[in-house]
């Protein structure tokens, strides 16, 4: 009798604790589930309506941007001074870094022989002059005397005219010849065509010049004008339409940090480099003090306004997907992707062209998870 009852007793234990089991078992099913449903998604509230997104209204403006290329500072004028003759430095009267005035002395020079064949021209060009003026003289005796008739034959008359004639053109020769020396005597003077800077000087007292190659290498001077700069610039295709000339632009020099130059476009090349793509621009730089010096490299600030009145977002609002660009418009509650093309960025804003009219909503920060035609709801 006393091993039945154990036997009933513990079979009633087992049979207690797996119902606690499984009702422990259904309590944290269920408690999983309610914990599921309550969970709070990004994008959407706790109440189960559609996600809620911050939204921007569309408008026009004009967006102005800046790029920064570099450039070049050159002389607005430069010229390498040679000898026209063959010759020898006489005297230097200019050295580098000498600033002179247009047309002001340089240099002499001296040719020995030069000065023997103008004084061998001086003579020719005094007898061919007696040559012509007495066979003019004769000419014209001639002449007087055949207003009588019978007295000069019409054919000595004519022979007289062929000598004067022939005595006025070697006497032309011989001034052409005289005039020849002469000017290249001149150029035994090296003067300044400009005012400028002698930037460099190649040659000391004594020494052999003449033209490039023939006489001497290297010029005797170079000149600068360097009052007046010009500021070089190979402008990107992309750009060129933004410039015009009388566009002001800035630009800085390292030699000068923290110093804003200014200078006004005036000249464009209205064509593009076939390897670069690029066309050259060219500004005036007034550099009366002479701080800038040519050659200088210089850091170009362009800014570049809008022409035309665009729609502008933030680049939050543009999505990039490898298969387009475009921006989310809310449409009815209803999200829509409008595809559009970008233009320019500045300070975390865009251009951007599509079919789009002022007015219209777009999300603010749109991502591709963001379904085209899904229910939304928007928040300012």
């Not at 154990?6 to 914990?35: A, D, E, P, Y």
């Not at 010759?87 to 005035?101: H, I, M, Q, R, T």
């Not at 989310?328 to 559009?340: Q, R």
């Amino acid at each position: 009798m006393i091993k039945v009852k154990l036997k009933k007793r513990k079979v009633s234990i087992n049979k207690t604790i797996w119902v606690f089991g499984i009702s422990l078992l259904m309590i944290i099913i269920l408690q999983s589930c309610h914990n599921a449903s309550t969970e709070e998604k990004p994008g959407s509230d706790t109440t189960g309506n559609a996600p809620a997104y911050k939204v921007i209204t569309v408008e026009k403006g004009r967006l102005s941007s800046t790029i920064k290329i570099p450039g070049e500072l050159v002389a607005f004028q430069q010229v390498d001074l040679y000898s026209k003759v063959n010759s020898f430095v006489k005297k230097l009267y200019a050295d580098v870094g000498s600033e002179v005035k247009a047309d002001q002395l340089l240099a002499t020079l001296e040719a020995p022989e030069i000065n023997s064949q103008l004084t061998g021209a001086e003579s020719r060009l005094k007898s061919a002059e007696a040559v012509y003026i007495a066979s003019k003289a004769y000419y014209e005796r001639l002449s007087e005397t055949s207003k009588t008739p019978g007295t000069i034959s019409p054919n000595d008359l004519d022979d007289a005219l062929a000598k004067q004639n022939s005595d006025y053109a070697q006497y032309q020769t011989a001034q052409a010849a005289h005039r020849e020396i002469t000017d290249n005597k001149n150029y035994l003077e090296i003067r300044a065509p400009f005012g400028g800077v002698i930037s460099a000087r190649n040659v000391s007292t004594g020494a052999y010049v003449g033209p490039s190659g023939k006489g001497s290498e290297l010029p005797v001077f170079t000149l600068q004008e360097q009052k007046h700069l010009r500021l070089v610039v190979a402008v990107p295709e992309a750009y060129t339409g933004y410039l015009s000339n009388g566009s002001e632009v800035d630009f800085t020099v390292k030699s000068f940090p923290g110093k804003l130059f200014k200078a006004r476009v005036t000249r464009m090349a209205g064509v593009l480099d076939n390897r670069l793509r690029t066309e050259r621009v060219e500004a005036d730089v007034i550099n009366t003090d002479k701080k800038l010096l040519p050659g200088m490299v210089a850091e170009i600030k362009l800014t570049l306004p809008a022409k035309d009145s665009t729609f502008i977002v933030p680049l939050s609002a543009i999505v990039n997907s490898p298969e387009r660009i475009f921006v989310v418009k809310v449409n009815n509650g209803k999200a829509e992707w409008v595809t559009v093309q970008k233009g320019r960025e500045a300070e975390g804003q865009a251009e951007i062209y599509g079919e789009l009219t002022a007015g219209d909503l777009l999300v603010e920060n749109a991502t591709e998870e963001i379904r085209n035609g899904t229910d939304m709801e928007i928040t300012r």
